[in-house]
């Protein structure tokens, strides 16, 4: 083991430290603390040296994987390239500065900002009016479900309470509708891996609040028959919700509330370039149609003769947030969003939408495919083709491409297959990048038919190697 290796407690040596600090000019004592703030043990925290403790957390951090260390092909995730000039814009102190209970006269700027956002997401997606103030994708999914069932509520129709999920949708979409106190009815797939319209029909009674779907869906294939999807929905009187988490292969091209969306929300931290994983920062806009914009929970901004203010909503879903969302997270999308412009904003679902066929055009020979469609931004292999197996798993495969690497695409995921493998490049890669991914699944491909062992015992060159998940799961070690 290397020296830096080592815990940082296994590198603490007594009354060792890396700090010196000025006299306290209050006299302030631990016999002067209150008994209930003081603590009951003293906490064990290493002695160490600073430069003992700045090397402890670099090398900490060059044991992780991010975008900027390499390829991410997290499948339905799109874990693009954010630009730097984002993360800038957000810390620039006349942000970062910001306290949310200043007066609306003293933040003008940021509610611009705020308002500005708003109006751009609602050209993008063809909506009349947005909120900004969820925290994330999944919080989104709830906010929109709470105006659907506000919705049908202001208007007497308290039956439904039913809401119709693909079997191919996120799972953040029954899990968010069961929070929302609405029943889970699911709807099949066809063959070809989109929703069966003909087994949609039956499903919708007069106890139906809506469906959730996003197109294109999670094998990364259009839904063709969204517009009868649409009718049939809207004739039975129910609602249709937009889950916006890939909607980075439709951005400038196609817009949900074109296609009939009455609801839906974005993941900020995804189509819009902001960085995302470890559970934060997140970002989840809810976007409506212009009958359901006097739900939007509160509070809002308000333009009033060049004033903007912020204003509770009387009839909205209330507060989902303790303020407006995560502000910074705003910043990175509003800055992504001018950087593009108009023109090239239109090149970003094109792109995804190449990088993502190049992929699996490339690869289909060696991984089993099984929709061959044309397919958007992201696609899904069945494990490795007929005669290439060898016993070996998807898991596998994900653990071998970390000794190349890169990061492993999503697995097992849609649970529509077996063996899935969900690759997502986003538009942000280049030629050479992806071409290198492929290499490295060609290669894993041919090990797997003539050195299977190597995949099975992978990975071999990370910093922690295949933990056994089954004793983790049914044996867990956890802190008291």
Not at 24 to 49: K, Y
Not at 141 to 161: A, N
Request: charge should be negative; include cysteine; aromatic fraction near 8%.
């Amino acid at each position: 083991m290397k020296y830096y290796d080592k815990l940082i407690f296994e590198l603490s040596k007594e009354d060792r430290n890396g700090f010196s600090l000025p006299e306290n000019d209050w006299q302030e004592t631990p016999e002067n603390i209150p008994a209930v703030l003081r603590r009951a043990v003293p906490p064990d925290l290493p002695q160490v040296s600073e430069p003992d403790a700045v090397r402890h957390y670099v090398n900490l951090s060059n044991m992780n994987f991010g975008v900027d260390t390499g390829f991410y092909p997290l499948g339905s995730c799109t874990m693009k390239y954010n630009p730097k000039i984002c993360e800038e814009t957000a810390a620039h102190p006349g942000f970062s500065g910001l306290h949310p209970l200043q007066p609306a006269s003293t933040v003008q700027g940021a509610l611009r900002i705020y308002d500005e956002l708003s109006r751009f997401l609602c050209s993008l997606t063809g909506m009349a009016a947005f909120t900004l103030n969820p925290f994330a994708g999944a919080h989104g999914e709830l906010t929109g479900l709470m105006i659907m069932r506000s919705w049908h509520i202001s208007r007497g129709d308290l039956k439904r309470t039913r809401i119709i999920v693909p079997d191919s949708a996120h799972g953040t979409n029954p899990a968010s509708a069961a929070v929302c106190g609405l029943e889970v009815v699911q709807v099949r797939s066809t063959p070809q891996g989109i929703i069966d319209v003909e087994a949609l029909k039956p499903l919708l009674d007069d106890r139906v609040a809506g469906i959730m779907m996003t197109n294109p869906n999670t094998l990364g294939l259009f839904e063709t028959e969204i517009h009868e999807i649409e009718a049939s929905v809207h004739a039975a009187g129910g609602l249709l919700y937009y889950d916006g988490a890939n909607m980075n292969a439709l951005l400038g091209k196609v817009r949900p509330g074109d296609m009939g969306f009455d609801i839906m929300h974005l993941n900020l931290h995804k189509t819009f370039s902001t960085p995302h994983g470890g559970g934060g920062p997140g970002s989840g806009p809810v976007g409506v149609a212009a009958h359901l914009k006097h739900l939007l929970p509160s509070p809002a901004v308000h333009c009033r003769g060049g004033f903007l203010t912020v204003e509770d909503q009387p009839e909205g879903a209330g507060r989902v947030s303790g303020f407006m969302g995560n502000f910074s997270v705003l910043l990175k999308a509003y800055t992504y969003i001018l950087m593009l412009g108009k023109q090239n904003v239109r090149k970003v679902g094109p792109y995804a939408v190449l990088s993502a066929n190049y992929i699996k055009e490339s690869l289909k020979d060696c991984f089993r495919l099984p929709v061959p469609a044309l397919c958007k931004h992201e696609f899904v292999f069945d494990g490795l083709s007929s005669g290439q197996e060898n016993s070996v798993t998807t898991l596998d495969v994900a653990k071998r491409l970390l000794d190349y690497g890169f990061h492993a695409p999503t697995i097992y995921f849609p649970l529509l297959f077996h063996q899935s493998i969900m690759i997502e490049p986003t538009e942000t890669e280049s030629k050479e990048t992806l071409d290198a991914f492929i290499d490295a699944m060609r290669s894993i491909a041919a090990e797997a038919a003539t050195d299977p062992d190597i995949l099975r015992s992978a990975p071999h060159a990370t910093p922690v190697r295949r933990p056994d998940e089954t004793l983790a799961a049914t044996r867990p070690k956890l802190v008291e």
